[in-house]
Structure formats: structure tokens, C-alpha cells
């Protein structure tokens, strides 16, 4: 214990009365301040007081906040002067009058003593709660940034920051592991004076980078390593002159460990040696285990992100094409029709049904139709604007949302607007046209195209879509490769259309259909041979409809095969009663393509017909156009027929598009000559008698068998006559119209009797 005095007499005598437990020494006249400030007491008389007080208060001023306590000694014998005693609590702790014996000596010391030890405490305990109340605000201000980042370089970026700015730290950087075989850490974030020292060598945690023995104990133990003297801490030797470059004196090392993922560290260093006391690495623990769980909250934040990213893309996109679905177009179009309201963006919805395509799927199977549906996908994206988009609606059926914006370059007048969609609408029917090889074959598949315009047809997307969907229904109705622009007419048809359809579903249940049979009879001697089994509808009111106005419908909702396999049922079982009076006729019977697919199979005709006649007593009459829908298969199938003794006609022969290289492979045995032909028989200047001519030349060369439709004058039927002989059937108004069954009977009935 050092006890500073004013002269050297009076050190001899504390010396004496003190004993060995003190250290006395007279520095007050030096000029010391570093010896002074050593000492824990100053001892000074009343003359040296008033000698030395500005240099005592200059000492205790520089000991402040801890006090430097002074004892000021006066001879009771003599009169105190008043100076000293208003010096008390200034210049003075505490006045001893002399003489005076050891022990109360000795006791005023200690009492002065232990004043210094306090506030020596004090001043710890102070420095601590800086510190603490310090590593408090920095917790909170790095809390604040935990919540509020929005990534992960921002989250860690800014706590780095906020660090050395709250505190007396000159730096703080975030690495994480990036290599598990090396060990080897990435520095991520860090800020501060001394960051240079972060490029000088590579940080990692397993045996040899520099660095590693303080990195990897915090990671493997998963514990806070604190380091309070670099320069004498043996690990980090070759850290050492680095650090003391950079004024780098104490450092801590907080482990990040994740539930998965990478670990990773938050290091922090100070150019003070035994900066971190035990409150503040607790503070600083506490945060980083909540950087832990901020980053925690954001890769979650992120996972959940990503996921509703996919569930957004599964949800608005078509798997098979990755084209956008209807989900996407309803929900985009629906936006861009709200905010139209304030603008003047117009546009139109394009409705593709693709033509033949279930052929190619029943034919060829689904992996080939998907195929084909990924190339028709693939030519609207081609074709289309980029502005435009493109959409699988389900199945063939695809949409393409066209919109003019005058921010973009578009135009906003009807006029303009409805050549736009025409001209898109044709690009897309023309680039659809083009052959498509998929599956080892050709294809020749087409689109029908309906067009609804905003805002003049709807103004939601259902709307809209339902519009054009009603367009293309008219435009399919036209043909392959038409389009049509939806009007509130169309709209009132499609109603009707689906009054149709469900008043054929009553009557398929009810059995309301009947059959008429028209005669078919030879040239010469007017003899009827075979019937032709004709469908009607009749109605409550006593109307009776012809085929045209309901088969479309039957065809295009599938109704047709039920209907179909009916019609070829009741007319064998009628021609069984025709046989079993006596009537040996043949029967004509007109089969759809439908009824051929899919998976269509020739023993399927043959238990229709064989319980009643025998197949060969049956004419399957197909068009001429279906036989090119599918060449191969379709020839395949007829092939089969007729080894099962079905006889095959080609009815409407001359208005499609086969040719005679396909007509010698087909097991056909009739071409039904089109009445179009017949009709032009007799006038002056038309081809017609030349053309019935070489169809029959080429049937007789084949060895066909020829019926002629729609003899509508004995002329006619003479001219058949005189060209074909009795190779050629006819049938037509000339001799009778279809008529009921019973009718027919009386007609048979009238010619056995002649």
C-alpha cells in the first residue's frame, strides 16, 4: 500500500509509526503525476497543504471518478488555521490532530483506504453497466434489424453494421462453412475500421487455416470462445502480427448453428484488451442465437415463398405444354378488366378447337395426342404477337388473349380492333393447317377459331371465354378452318343447341326415333332390291325431323354411336322380317366415323346384326371424306368387315377428296354416285352426264357395283340406264321417298302382284 507525502521528515516518521504493512513516499514535489497517481493516500501537513493544493486537486482530478483520498495532518498545539478546515471535502478527506497515538493513526488510514477501495468498486461496477446498458442497445437495435430485414445480405449487412456503430468494436463479420470436406468459411457480411484484416488469410474451422482453432472450438462446441488478449493467446500465433496490425486486442466467436443447413459464426473483436466481460458475452450470445432465429425466419419465409411460387405455377400452369392454364387467363384477364375501366385498353379472346385431333388420340394413343398437343402449343406461341398470350384451355382446346394497348404502340376503335383478331385468327388457322408429324405419321388436324371482343361481348373473362366458345361452336359448324365473331344471335343459337342436346337425350332414353326406308330399285326393270334405313325424329306436334337438324349435334356429343348401333340393330331385325315374308332385299345402312372410334372392333357390328340376318345382307355405308381421316386404320377396319361378310359402300361418292391409289387398297364393294352429279343429268352444257360416265367407267374397271341418289325423273333414271346398264342401282323421289315400314311392305306387296 503506497502513501504519497509532502516531505521527506514526515515519511520517516509514518515509516516509524507504520510499519512494514506501508509503503511511504514523498513525490508531491515531483512533478510525477504517474508516481503520484500510483499512490492510495497523500498525506500532507497544513503548510504543504496550502503549498500544494492546486497540484493535490490536479492529482485527485486525474484519479476521478476514483478518489485519491487525502488526510491532512495538524498539531492540535498550535491553532488550526481556518483555510484547512474549509478545505474538508475539497482538497481534504479527513484532518488528524497530533499528537495522536499508532492505532488512531492506523485507523484513519484504513478508513481513507477503504474509502478508495469503494470507489474503485464503484468505478468497475459503472464501467460494467456502460457496458451492459451498451450491449443492450446494440441487442435491441440488431433485434429491430432482425425483424424488418427482407433477405439475408441485408439482415446480415446491417447487424454487422449496427455492431461497431453501437459499440467500441472495430469489427464484426457473419462467415458460414461452404465446403463441409475443407472446411473452409465464407465470409458473408462485415463492417468496420479494421476489415482489411479479414483478406489477408482464408478463415475456416478445421485444421489448418489461420484462424481455425478459435472457430472451429465455437462451432464444435456450439459455444461462445472468447479471446481477451490476442497478442498473448498461444492459438492465435499466427494471427498475432496481423492483429496488432489492424488493432485488433480481444475477440469473441458466437457459433450460428442451424436445424439444417450450413453452420456458420458471428465474430466480433475490439481494440481493447479484456473487453468482454462475462454480461457483455451474454448480451452478445443472446444475439446471436437471435440472428439464428431471424435467419431461421427468413429461409422459412423463403421455403414458403418458393412453395407458393410452385403451387402458384402448378395452379396457373398447364403440366403437359407449360403453356398458362384458364385459371391463369381468368385471373389475369379479370385484373387487366378492372383496371380498363380507368384506361382504354381493348382486346379479344380467341377460342381454338383443334379439328380431328380425338382421331389421332383414339388412333394413335394418348402419348402421341399429348405430343401433338405439345407442337400445337409450341406453333401458337410462334404465331401469335409478343404481346399476346397464349393458353391450354383442357383437351384440343386452346385460347389466346389478344390485347390492343394504346401505352403500347395499339389501337382502340372497334374497327381496328375486330381486323386484328380476323387476322390473328386467320395466321393461326393457316400455321395450324401446315402438316404435323408426330408418332411415324402426318397429320393433318386444322382449328376452328371463335372470337369474342372486349368490352363490346363481356366484361369478366367467364363471360368472355363462354362468348367465344360460342363462336367457335358456329364456326366448327361451317367446316374445318373457319372462324366466326360471336354476336348475341350466336348466343341464342347456342341455347337452342343445348335444348337440342338434352331433348336427344330424352329421346335415346324413350326410344322416340324411327326409321324410314327408301327404295332402291333396278334401272331396268324398276324392281326393288334393297332399302336404305333412313333415321327420323318424330315430334309431339306431328313434325317429323330430318337427320340434318339433329345429327351435328349427336356427332359432337357422342350420342351418335348409341343411335348408330340402333338404327343397325332395327334394320337387321326388320330386313329378318322382310326375309321371312319372302322379301329377299338387301340393307343399307349409313355408319358415322364416331361409331369407329374409339377401339372400334368388327365383331361389335356383327353381334347387332347376325342374331337377326346374315352380315352379308348388309350394306355399311361410309362417307368419302372419313375414309382420309385415318387412312390405315380405317382401312384395316373395312378389311375386317368384310370378312365378316359386310358388304362396304362409299356413299356420296365424288364430293371428297380420296383418290383412286386409296380406293384400290379399301374392301369396298359400292361407290353410291352423290346426287349432286345426277342432278345435272339432261341440262345443256353441264359436265354432270360426263362425269357420272367416268365414275362409272372406274367403278366397272374396279369391279364396283354402283347406286345412283336422287333420280328425280324418269329421264334421269333412262340417261342411268343407257350408261351403266345393270350394274347401277338407283334410288330418288322418281320412284318413291323414304317412307315407314309398313309402307315399304305394300309397296313390296304391289310389286309381287305385278
Given at each position: 500500500?503506497?502513501?504519497?507525502?509532502?516531505?521527506?521528515?514526515?515519511?520517516?516518521l509514518?515509516k516509524?509509526?507504520?510499519?512494514?504493512?506501508?509503503?511511504v513516499?514523498?513525490?508531491?514535489?515531483?512533478?510525477?503525476?504517474?508516481?503520484?497517481?500510483n499512490?492510495?493516500?497523500?498525506?500532507?501537513?497544513?503548510?504543504?497543504?496550502?503549498?500544494?493544493?492546486?497540484r493535490?486537486l490536479?492529482?485527485?482530478?486525474?484519479?476521478?471518478?476514483?478518489?485519491?483520498?487525502?488526510?491532512?495532518?495538524?498539531?492540535?498545539?498550535?491553532?488550526?488555521?481556518?483555510?484547512s478546515?474549509?478545505?474538508?471535502?475539497?482538497s481534504v478527506?479527513?484532518?488528524?490532530?497530533?499528537?495522536?497515538?499508532?492505532?488512531?493513526?492506523?485507523?484513519?488510514?484504513?478508513?481513507?483506504?477503504h474509502l478508495?477501495?469503494?470507489s474503485?468498486?464503484?468505478?468497475?461496477?459503472?464501467?460494467?453497466?456502460?457496458?451492459?446498458?451498451?450491449?443492450?442497445?446494440?441487442?435491441?437495435?440488431?433485434?429491430?434489424?432482425?425483424?424488418?430485414?427482407?433477405?439475408?445480405?441485408?439482415?446480415?449487412?446491417?447487424l454487422?453494421?449496427?455492431?461497431?456503430?453501437e459499440e467500441?468494436?472495430?469489427?464484426a463479420?457473419?462467415?458460414?462453412?461452404?465446403?463441409?470436406?475443407g472446411?473452409?468459411?465464407?465470409?458473408?457480411?462485415?463492417?468496420?475500421?479494421?476489415?482489411?484484416?479479414?483478406s489477408?488469410?482464408?478463415?475456416?474451422?478445421?485444421?489448418?487455416?489461420?484462424?481455425?482453432?478459435?472457430?472451429?472450438?465455437?462451432l464444435?462446441?456450439?459455444?461462445?470462445?472468447?479471446?481477451?488478449?490476442?497478442?498473448h493467446e498461444?492459438?492465435?500465433?499466427?494471427?498475432?502480427?496481423?492483429a496488432?496490425?489492424?488493432?485488433?486486442?480481444?475477440?469473441?466467436?458466437l457459433?450460428?448453428i442451424?436445424?439444417?443447413?450450413?453452420?456458420?459464426?458471428?465474430?466480433?473483436?475490439?481494440p481493447?484488451?479484456?473487453?468482454?466481460?462475462?454480461?457483455?458475452?451474454?448480451?452478445?450470445?443472446?444475439?446471436?442465437?437471435?440472428l439464428?432465429?431471424?435467419?431461421?425466419?427468413?429461409?422459412?419465409?423463403r421455403?414458403?415463398?418458393?412453395?407458393?411460387?410452385?403451387?402458384?405455377?402448378?395452379?396457373?400452369?398447364d403440366?403437359?405444354?407449360?403453356?398458362?392454364?384458364?385459371?391463369?387467363?381468368?385471373?389475369?384477364?379479370?385484373?387487366?378488366l378492372?383496371?380498363?375501366?380507368?384506361?382504354?385498353?381493348s382486346?379479344?379472346?380467341l377460342?381454338i378447337?383443334?379439328?380431328?385431333?380425338?382421331?389421332?388420340?383414339?388412333?394413335?394413343g394418348h402419348?402421341?395426342?399429348d405430343?401433338?398437343?405439345i407442337?400445337?402449343?409450341?406453333?401458337?406461341?410462334?404465331?401469335?404477337?409478343?404481346?399476346?398470350?397464349?393458353i391450354?384451355?383442357?383437351?384440343?382446346?386452346?385460347?389466346?388473349?389478344?390485347?390492343?394497348?394504346?401505352?403500347?404502340?395499339?389501337?382502340?376503335?372497334?374497327?381496328?380492333i375486330?381486323i386484328?383478331?380476323c387476322?390473328?385468327?386467320d395466321?393461326?388457322?393457316?400455321?395450324?393447317?401446315?402438316?404435323?408429324?408426330?408418332?411415324?405419321?402426318?397429320?393433318h388436324?386444322?382449328?376452328?377459331?371463335?372470337?369474342?371482343?372486349?368490352?363490346?361481348?363481356?366484361?369478366?373473362?367467364?363471360?368472355?371465354?363462354?362468348?367465344?366458345?360460342?363462336?367457335?361452336?358456329?364456326?366448327?359448324?361451317?367446316?374445318?378452318?373457319?372462324?366466326?365473331?360471336?354476336?348475341?344471335?350466336?348466343?341464342?343459337?347456342?341455347?337452342?343447341?343445348?335444348?337440342?342436346e338434352?331433348?336427344?337425350?330424352?329421346?335415346?332414353?324413350?326410344?322416340?326415333?324411327e326409321?324410314?326406308?327408301?327404295?332402291?330399285?333396278?334401272?331396268?326393270?324398276?324392281r326393288?332390291?334393297?332399302?336404305?334405313?333412313?333415321?327420323?325424329?318424330p315430334?309431339a306436334?306431328?313434325?317429323?325431323?330430318?337427320?340434318?337438324?339433329?345429327?351435328?349435334?349427336?356427332?359432337?356429343?357422342?350420342m351418335?354411336?348409341?343411335?348408330?348401333?340402333?338404327?343397325?340393330?332395327?334394320?337387321?331385325?326388320?330386313?329378318?322380317?322382310?326375309?321371312?315374308?319372302?322379301?329377299?332385299?338387301?340393307?343399307?345402312?349409313?355408319?358415322?366415323?364416331n361409331?369407329?372410334?374409339?377401339?372400334?372392333i368388327?365383331e361389335k357390328?356383327?353381334?347387332l346384326?347376325?342374331?337377326?340376318?346374315?352380315?352379308?345382307?348388309?350394306?355399311?355405308?361410309?362417307?368419302?371424306n372419313?375414309?382420309?381421316i385415318?387412312?390405315?386404320?380405317?382401312?384395316i377396319?373395312?378389311?375386317?368387315?368384310?370378312?365378316?361378310g359386310?358388304?362396304?359402300a362409299?356413299?356420296?361418292?365424288?364430293?371428297?377428296?380420296?383418290?383412286?391409289?386409296?380406293?384400290?387398297?379399301?374392301?369396298?364393294?359400292?361407290?353410291k354416285?352423290?346426287?349432286?352429279?345426277?342432278?345435272?343429268?339432261?341440262?345443256?352444257?353441264?359436265?354432270?352426264?360426263?362425269?357420272?360416265?367416268?365414275?362409272?367407267?372406274?367403278?366397272t374397271?374396279?369391279?364396283l357395283?354402283?347406286?345412283?341418289?336422287?333420280i328425280?325423273?324418269?329421264?334421269?333414271?333412262?340417261?342411268?340406264?343407257?350408261?351403266?346398264?345393270?350394274?347401277?342401282?338407283?334410288?330418288?323421289?322418281?320412284?318413291?321417298?323414304?317412307?315407314?315400314?309398313h309402307?315399304?311392305?305394300?309397296?313390296?306387296?304391289?310389286?309381287?302382284?305385278?
Open positions: 500500500m503506497t502513501i504519497a507525502l509532502a516531505n521527506r521528515a514526515n515519511a520517516a509514518l516509524r509509526m507504520l510499519g512494514q504493512d506501508f509503503q513516499q514523498d513525490v508531491l514535489a515531483e512533478e510525477n503525476d504517474e508516481a503520484a497517481l499512490a492510495n493516500l497523500i498525506i500532507a501537513d497544513t503548510t504543504l497543504l496550502q503549498r500544494y493544493r492546486e493535490i490536479h492529482l485527485r482530478r486525474q484519479a476521478a471518478p476514483m478518489i485519491l483520498p487525502v488526510l491532512l495532518v495538524a498539531d492540535s498545539r498550535t491553532r488550526v488555521p481556518a483555510y478546515s474549509a478545505e474538508l471535502g475539497h478527506d479527513d484532518i488528524l490532530h497530533i499528537p495522536t497515538t499508532q492505532a488512531e493513526l492506523k485507523a484513519r488510514i484504513a478508513n481513507l483506504l478508495r477501495v469503494l474503485q468498486e464503484q468505478e468497475m461496477t459503472r464501467q460494467k453497466l456502460v457496458a451492459i446498458v451498451s450491449a443492450l442497445r446494440t441487442l435491441n437495435a440488431c433485434d429491430t434489424i432482425l425483424v424488418r430485414s427482407r433477405s439475408e445480405e441485408e439482415m446480415l449487412s446491417s454487422c453494421r449496427t455492431i461497431v456503430d467500441d468494436y472495430n469489427l463479420w457473419v462467415g458460414f462453412a461452404t465446403d463441409q470436406a472446411k473452409a468459411m465464407e465470409v458473408r457480411a462485415s463492417a468496420g475500421a479494421a476489415g482489411p484484416f479479414l489477408e488469410f482464408t478463415i475456416g474451422w478445421g485444421q489448418n487455416p489461420k484462424g481455425s482453432e478459435m472457430v472451429g472450438q465455437s464444435h462446441s456450439g459455444k461462445a470462445r472468447v479471446v481477451n488478449d490476442i497478442a498461444p492459438s492465435l500465433a499466427s494471427l498475432k502480427d496481423h496488432r496490425a489492424h488493432g485488433l486486442a480481444s475477440a469473441i466467436t457459433p450460428l442451424f436445424e439444417s443447413g450450413s453452420p456458420g459464426y458471428l465474430a466480433i473483436t475490439s481493447n484488451p479484456d473487453h468482454f466481460g462475462h454480461e457483455e458475452c451474454q448480451l452478445l450470445q443472446r444475439i446471436g442465437d437471435n439464428v432465429f431471424g435467419l431461421n425466419a427468413l429461409r422459412t419465409l421455403e414458403s415463398q418458393h412453395q407458393s411460387a410452385e403451387i402458384h405455377h402448378l395452379a396457373f400452369t403440366a403437359l405444354t407449360g403453356l398458362p392454364n384458364r385459371h391463369h387467363l381468368v385471373h389475369y384477364l379479370n385484373g387487366m378492372d383496371a380498363a375501366k380507368h384506361t382504354e385498353t382486346g379479344a379472346v377460342f378447337d383443334l379439328d380431328r385431333f380425338k382421331l389421332i388420340n383414339d388412333a394413335l402419348e402421341v395426342g405430343r401433338v398437343l407442337q400445337v402449343g409450341q406453333r401458337l406461341q410462334d404465331t401469335v404477337r409478343n404481346t399476346d398470350q397464349v391450354r384451355q383442357r383437351g384440343d382446346e386452346f385460347l389466346v388473349l389478344m390485347i390492343d394497348d394504346p401505352r403500347q404502340g395499339g389501337v382502340t376503335t372497334r374497327e381496328q375486330i386484328n383478331a387476322t390473328l385468327a395466321r393461326i388457322i393457316s400455321s395450324l393447317a401446315e402438316p404435323l408429324v408426330e408418332g411415324g405419321f402426318t397429320h388436324i386444322g382449328a376452328s377459331i371463335g372470337i369474342s371482343l372486349y368490352p363490346d361481348h363481356g366484361r369478366t373473362a367467364t363471360v368472355l371465354i363462354e362468348n367465344a366458345d360460342k363462336a367457335m361452336f358456329e364456326a366448327k359448324r361451317q367446316g374445318s378452318g373457319c372462324r366466326r365473331m360471336f354476336s348475341e344471335d350466336l348466343s341464342a343459337n347456342r341455347q337452342q343447341r343445348f335444348t337440342m338434352s331433348r336427344l337425350r330424352e329421346a335415346l332414353e324413350n326410344k322416340e326415333f326409321l324410314h326406308y327408301q327404295p332402291i330399285f333396278e334401272l331396268d326393270s324398276c326393288i332390291v334393297a332399302a336404305e334405313a333412313l333415321v327420323r325424329w315430334q306436334n306431328g313434325d317429323v325431323l330430318m337427320p340434318g337438324t339433329f345429327i351435328p349435334v349427336l356427332e359432337e356429343t357422342g351418335i354411336r348409341p343411335l348408330g348401333d340402333w338404327v343397325l340393330e332395327t334394320a337387321a331385325r326388320q330386313l329378318k322380317a322382310w326375309h321371312a315374308q319372302g322379301y329377299m332385299l338387301a340393307m343399307t345402312v349409313n355408319v358415322s366415323l361409331q369407329f372410334y374409339p377401339g372400334c368388327a357390328f356383327v353381334s346384326v347376325k342374331p337377326h340376318v346374315d352380315p352379308r345382307w348388309i350394306h355399311l355405308e361410309v362417307t368419302e372419313a375414309l382420309m385415318d387412312p390405315e386404320a380405317i382401312e377396319l373395312l378389311e375386317k368387315l368384310h370378312r365378316k359386310f358388304q362396304i362409299i356413299d356420296d361418292f365424288g364430293t371428297g377428296y380420296s383418290s383412286l391409289s386409296r380406293l384400290q387398297h379399301l374392301s369396298i364393294q359400292t361407290l354416285i352423290d346426287r349432286s352429279f345426277i342432278n345435272e343429268l339432261g341440262r345443256p352444257s353441264s359436265k354432270g352426264a360426263a362425269l357420272v360416265s367416268i365414275i362409272q367407267q372406274m367403278a374397271s374396279l369391279n357395283h354402283t347406286i345412283a341418289e336422287g328425280e325423273t324418269d329421264e334421269q333414271r333412262r340417261f342411268l340406264l343407257e350408261m351403266a346398264g345393270a350394274n347401277c342401282w338407283g334410288q330418288g323421289f322418281w320412284f318413291s321417298r323414304a317412307i315407314l315400314a309402307e315399304f311392305e305394300a309397296l313390296l306387296k304391289d310389286q309381287r302382284q305385278t
